[in-house]
């Protein structure tokens, strides 16, 4: 017989058991929760027990703080004008977290948007939760009070109640849980018939090949109780004839397996069939796709210097409603060229460094021990204000309106570049920035987190956050094609040449990179026509033509971003082009005294229209090439804000490689290097408004 009396109640014994033990463990999820709307689906996230360790540590940059209240800890982000939740559950349409969130990006989850209150602007942000559960009183109330002018840090944030750092936002289950459905979706029943309907399918499939090949049964006969399935439509048959169908005790084992399994594990079945229902959001920023909205959680939310929209809405955009750039967690002001603007003093806010505290910095760039006797250039800012033509930017507020950079941030690069690769390629050039962000960011390291090394050649140079997998790294190719200058030791050779359609000698160094930031200029512009390579440089007879320097620059921006097209995905990485970096080598250019250059010059050049020597014409190739280009390359100009810096050149106040002669000691111009920069110093800057584009593009 098919399932006798006895059975019957055993098997309801067992459904009833399994019940308790699902509605046993449901009970035990985690008290203390809030919600948010996501996909038209509302989830809950419940508050988990302190981590033991924090990587940031107390003195936080980004934005991080804990608030204890009535026993129950939540960590909040405050970035941007948004109020983020660091790593939230797995599962919560968001992929590839790699762990703790990214400000604002693929992995945050926004709890609360920031909007501004005329009667009182100088009040941050509250959020307020309560427990489901009337046992126990779990509350929270979370009141961050923040300047007006935007984003600080926890330093400079006045907190309520008992704060201090470190906790992490978690599900027990490891998922969201979804408490109700708003609008379309399967729901649970259609999840729970999905998998009912796969596993049947998956059981007739290894039913059917066991049969024919173990048991060489052919036909249809190989379907599994064939006879079972016939009968189906004739119940109405005798009893007698549906006693003689058996199945398989394994049969039922299975389907109990199956029910205990889709009750047990209800929420991560439901959490990663609905990826499938509504579409995951994918890889970009959440800032514009959560909002918290709950019957059980009230948001209030004050003060910040953009004006928000404070009508509550449940709706939710979609990732296609967006734009989104990776790496993204807020836009520029609108109108805004963060490029062009007037350098001043700022020396509360710079050296964001000292010399000393980077051993990374090369003796060719290291001016203070070297004796550079006034004041460190690098207490330079940019700052400037807003007018009608020109932008200016700046850290302070000027006598007009003002666009404020946002201060380098170095753990939220570094929580940004968690798991992947940034990398400069370039000249010598691009080696200083590259050596000036990893000062930027490895001061808040500990010793022990990091590494520093460098091939034989040093053509290629990499820095290891360790803790965060992340590296920042540096390859040596001054024309981004394969060159005889390619060596970074021995690479001033005097007939330079380049080899046409080459790109992949120094391209297979950047596959897998996930930032890539190039430059070349200075080594293309030698006054004589390029020569071009077309062959082996071992050949005996070579076959060389020459190009202007245009036209050979342009061979190698196309070169350039036809590689980039072919192995850069542009919604998962970003890639920038620094611009020339000008030369200080003729006084006469700012109306100085004939015959010098960048020597014994310690101030900024005033006049906004100056314009050194670089080639126009060269950034004319640039504009035109890059505007045809399929893959979104954002354009670093630091060229004319650059041209003002005549100060900061290293000069004479470096090591030099070779003994001076009495006469270039008497002469102390015809020795000055007006072509690279100290550190710390200008190119810091550049490194901050890489940090700008990078995350307010």
């Known amino acids: 017989m098919l399932i006798g009396n006895e059975s019957r109640r055993l098997l309801l014994l067992l459904i009833i058991f399994l019940l308790t033990i699902y509605l046993r463990v449901n009970s035990a999820i985690g008290l203390c929760e809030h919600s948010f709307i996501d996909r038209n689906k509302l989830y809950n996230f419940t508050l988990a027990s302190p981590l033991p360790k924090f990587p940031h540590g107390v003195l936080s940059e980004d934005g991080f703080y804990k608030v204890v209240e009535n026993e129950t800890v ?10 983020f939740n660091h790593d939230p559950p797995r599962c919560v349409m968001c992929s590839g977290c790699g762990g703790a969130s990214h400000c604002g990006m693929e992995c945050s989850a926004l709890v609360a948007e920031i909007s501004e209150d005329a009667n009182n602007p100088y009040k941050g942000v509250i959020v307020r939760m309560s427990s489901s559960d009337t046992e126990h009183n779990c509350s929270l109330s979370v009141s961050v009070i923040c300047d007006s002018t935007g984003f600080q840090g926890p330093t400079s944030m006045t907190k309520s109640g008992k704060c201090d750092y470190a906790t992490e936002l978690r599900h027990p289950s490891g998922c969201a849980t979804v ?53 189906l439509p004739h119940r109405t048959q005798s009893s007698s004839v549906l006693r003689k169908q058996r199945l398989s005790p394994f049969f039922y084992t299975l389907l109990i397996f199956i029910l205990f399994v889709v009750l047990l594990y209800s929420e ?88 000393s505290e980077c051993p990374y910095i090369q003796p060719q760039l290291t001016c203070q021990e070297h004796g550079r006797p006034d004041k460190d250039p690098s207490s330079d800012g940019l700052v400037a204000h807003k007018v009608v033509i020109r932008v200016v930017v700046d850290r302070t507020l000027g006598p007009v309106q003002v666009y404020i950079i946002r201060n380098f941030n170095a753990t939220l690069m570094l929580e940004s570049l968690r798991g992947k690769r940034m990398m400069f390629v370039g000249d010598s050039l691009n080696r200083g920035q590259f050596v000036s962000m990893v000062c930027l960011l490895h001061r808040i390291l500990p010793e022990n987190a990091k590494s520093f090394e460098s091939t034989l050649d040093q053509s290629l140079t990499v820095f290891r956050a360790k ?18 200058s390619d060596n970074a030791i021995v690479h001033r050779v005097a007939d330079r040449m380049v080899k046409k359609n080459s790109i992949n000698k120094h391209g297979k160094n950047w596959k897998g990179v996930d930032i890539l930031v190039f430059n070349t200029y200075l080594w293309w512009m030698t006054g004589r026509p390029m020569k071009f390579l077309n062959g082996s440089f071992d050949d005996v007879n070579k076959n060389i033509e020459e190009l202007k320097t245009e036209d050979a620059y342009r061979v190698a921006m196309k ?53 050194g020597s670089e080639s126009k014409t060269v950034m004319q190739v640039i504009g035109e090439e890059f505007s045809k280009s399929k893959y979104p390359i954002s354009f670093l100009n630091i060229t004319q804000l650059s041209s003002y810096r005549k100060d900061a050149h290293t000069s004479i106040y470096k090591k030099q490689w070779s003994p001076l002669t009495p006469e270039q000691l008497a002469n102390p111009v015809s020795y000055a290097d007006c072509v690279h920069w100290c550190l710390p110093g200008l190119q810091d800057t550049w490194n901050e408004l890489l940090f700008a584009k990078l995350f307010y593009p």
């Open 74 to 83: 939540l960590w909040f982000q405050l970035c941007d004008g948004m109020v």
């Open 179 to 231: 408490i109700s459905f708003h609008k379309g979706g399967l729901g649970w029943f259609g999840t729970l018939m999905i998998i009912i309907l796969c596993l049947f399918g998956a059981y007739l499939l290894a039913g059917a090949v066991y049969r024919h090949f173990f048991l060489g049964v052919n036909g249809i006969d190989v379907i599994p109780n064939l006879d079972f399935w016939a009968s």
């Open 268 to 355: 991560d079945l439901l959490c990663i069939f609905g990826a499938f229902q509504g579409g995951a959001s994918g890889g970009g920023q959440l800032v514009q796709t959560h909002q918290l909205s709950s019957a059980d959680s009230q948001i209030v939310t004050l003060g910040v210097e953009k004006k928000r929209d404070t009508t509550s809405s449940t709706t939710v955009k979609t990732a296609a409603e967006a734009t989104v750039v990776p790496f993204a967690i807020g836009k520029s002001e609108e109108g805004c060229n963060i490029f062009s603007g007037k350098w001043v003093r700022d020396e509360l806010n710079r050296p964001q460094y000292q010399e």
């Open 467 to 484: 803790e965060y997998n992340a590296t920042i790294e540096f390859n040596w190719a001054p024309f981004l094609l394969e060159s005889n």
């Open 559 to 611: 070169s350039m971003l036809k590689w980039v097209r072919k192995n850069m995905d542009q919604n998962k990485t970003r890639v920038f082009f620094t611009s020339m970096s000008p030369l200080h080598t003729s006084s006469s250019e700012w109306g100085g005294a004939p015959g010098g250059n960048c020597y014994n010059e310690t101030s900024v050049i005033e006049n906004p229209d100056h314009w």
